[in-house]
């Protein structure tokens, strides 16, 4: 099928992942409390959130895993709660912990999956060798899958996610526990999924992933979605970038403190001020020629953007924003 890359219509891509209204409960602690998703077919969409935040309930949910209090919810065209058989065709599910059996080998998984999925025995043996070759396992296929190391099972994993050609798949946290080269092929398979029009639906706690791969992503917290956009969407909503000078001399920082534009905001203790910035090559020179001519020398200059991590502390108040408010000088 045609993917197309245009995301402002929802007629021109049709939804893989519609969900409104998804509430979960257990016991009294409201796990989600009514939240919407939307996710284009052929893209990547990341739930990003802190712990218990309800990333693997939803995962669960929309895969059929367990069911919602409330809510309506199609994936794949089909009502969950309707024709929930219907979406397990559709759908493949990497869980969070490893739904590999270590006493058989590899291939063994493979075979094993592809049975569940009804493939005839030369079906099944020619997808699993495929697989295994993709996934860069045709050495280790014949051992026993308890001997591979974290990232192996991983690949494992979500080769056998993919034995029954799965055109919506959801991965929960796929690359924890990887190394920086196995998360970058991981990010590789990823990619190419979607580059066939598969869509993903992706949680992760590397904020750096979801920036790396997602064509949305929607922040969780406190049972419902604190914010939803494109990483530099999300980037925007919160201030932070800025320029900060480091002074050693307490008399160069109070000349350069109480010089400085509106906006700046100074740390007296650490004798640095922040001055909000996009960090482009004119700012910084302009600063660079305020402290020439002002003649006072900065000990340090560093340039910071905000990134997807600001993000995230801001809107989960995990810990306190980096960024004081603004505390305007004259
Ligand atoms: N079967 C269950 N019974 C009771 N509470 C549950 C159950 N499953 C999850 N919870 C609770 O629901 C909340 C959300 O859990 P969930 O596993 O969805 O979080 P998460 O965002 O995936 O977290 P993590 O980043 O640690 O994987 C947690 O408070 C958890 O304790
Ligand atoms: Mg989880």
Known sequence: MPTTTTTTTTEATPLAIVATGLRKAYGDKKVLDGIDLTVPQGTIFSLLGPNGAGKTTAVKILSTLITADAGDIRVGGHDIAADPQAVRAAIGVTGQFSAVDGLITGEENM??????????????????????ERFDLVEAAKKPASTYSGGMKRRLDIAMTLVGGPRIIFLDEPTTGLDPRSRHNMW????????????VFLTTQYLEEADELADRIAVLNDGKIAAEGTAEELKRLIPGGHIRLRFADPAAYRHAASALREGTTRDDEALSVQIPSDGTQRELRSILDWLDTANVEADELTVHTPDLDDVFFALTGETTVPHQPAEALR
Do not use: N, P
């Open 111 to 132: 075979l094993l999956m592809a049975e569940l999925h009804h493939l005839s025995r030369s079906e099944g043996r020619r997808t699993a060798a495929e697989l295994l």
């Open 188 to 199: 590789g398979i990823i990619r190419e999924l979607v580059s066939d029009g598969v869509t």
